[in-house]
DNA sequence: TATTTTTGTAAGTAAGTGATTACATAACTA
DNA sequence: TAGTTATGTAATCACTTACTTACAAAAATA
């Protein structure tokens, strides 16, 4: 039997954790069949971490600082406002389909267990989110770019709309998801709403 | 003990799952609590529906035959049609709001579950819904009030961000969504969309 | 009113849950 | 190389799950 350290084992067992929920669905996501797909028993996961709950706190805390790491990137250059705001969303689809809605499924987690703590964390993620998209558009109201009268705020959240719904359906029909220019067309409504 | 007809007891019992849902969460839907819920033995469950997943399957059903209904008088109507449009997500969100995002509980739960059945289910709810949106967008631009260039289908996407967005933040952060005017805000940024 | 049908209960079932225990051994350290 | 620590196992814990069974009694029907 290989021995580990506690890194390497929680990479993999978050790992496995993403793979069971997207393959088989967070029903059967027991510490049994996640120990298995490890490759190990059910005491070595509790050596690694604490509990089963705070697997997914930390997978939350990834997706945290994957996704808006990223986002912060596009939100801070020097790109115009338009172009970034095209970038930002196009990232953002990249990786909801990349990461087959992850999000969402933590989401589910979370109502499923009516975990406070979990509920917050992914508020917050959301949150930054919006904060991000409000900041570009404020600075394409300020370089004259968009329409003076047009309230950021009520704008992002018809932005955060969008990956929402694209998470919605990853999940409901994955299959039939046509993802060509999804990212464009979408832009491009939102541009008109700015204009 | 009281004995009631089938009828009337599976109405109590889609009563208490919703219940239990909306206050303790999905994970306490048990049918141990359910029957304590609606004041009878696990058996008796039984009796009026043969399984608990058939149970949530009749919920569904039920979303479907209420707020479709709605939908449906109000797409078929002979108000004009941004009139129509903004009837229609002003109802789409006060039943959200009243159910305390029913529709994306029985998500969790159709996910949780990785049920092909009720995934489909939800997902044939929100495809009627997108198409009346789509209806009248295009009603409206044969009429002349909307630009004939705007693609009914993507703005019709966008506007299924609206009640699904609603819907995860009345999940995640219950009390601080503050609804006044909101659908009257979304709507008047769909209409520049649209014009 | 006598009989059948429907609706209820109490007590179970087997299977699964997250987590813990006592113990073993690989890997690191002095 | 000897001793310590980190990482593993196998077995089991107490508890919950959806669902079933054998039986009782209320309600509907004749």
Redesign the pocket.
């Known amino acids: 039997?290989?021995?580990?350290?506690?890194e390497i084992?929680q990479k993999q067992i978050k790992k496995a954790v993403l793979q069971i929920i997207s393959t088989k669905g967070l029903g059967?996501?027991?510490?049994?069949?996640l120990a298995d797909k490890v490759g190990?028993?059910?005491?070595?996961l509790?050596?690694?971490f604490k509990?089963?709950?705070d697997i997914m706190l930390s997978i939350i805390d990834d997706v945290k600082n994957d996704l808006l790491e990223q986002m912060k990137k596009i939100a801070d250059s020097n790109l115009k406002a338009n172009v970034k705001l095209l970038k930002f969303l196009c990232a953002h689809v990249r990786y909801l389909i990349k990461n087959k809605g992850i999000t969402i499924l933590l989401f589910s987690e979370a109502t499923y267990m009516d975990d406070k703590e979990m509920k917050k964390r992914l508020f917050d993620i959301l949150s930054f989110q919006k904060n991000y998209v409000k900041k570009i558009i404020k600075e394409g109201i300020d370089d004259g770019l968009w329409n003076k009268k047009i309230n950021a705020d009520n704008v992002a959240v018809l932005y955060m709309g969008i990956p929402i719904t694209l998470n919605i359906e990853l999940i409901l029909n994955r299959k039939e998801f046509k993802q060509e220019n999804f990212c464009r067309k979408m832009f491009g409504l939102l541009e008109r709403v700015l204009k």
């Not at 039997?1 to 506690?6: A, D, F, H, R, V």
């Not at 059967?28 to 069949?33: A, D, E, G």
């Not at 190990?40 to 070595?44: I, L, S």
């Open positions: 039997m290989e021995k580990l350290n506690t084992r059967k996501l027991s510490t049994r069949n190990v028993t059910e005491g070595a509790f050596r690694h509990s089963k709950r």
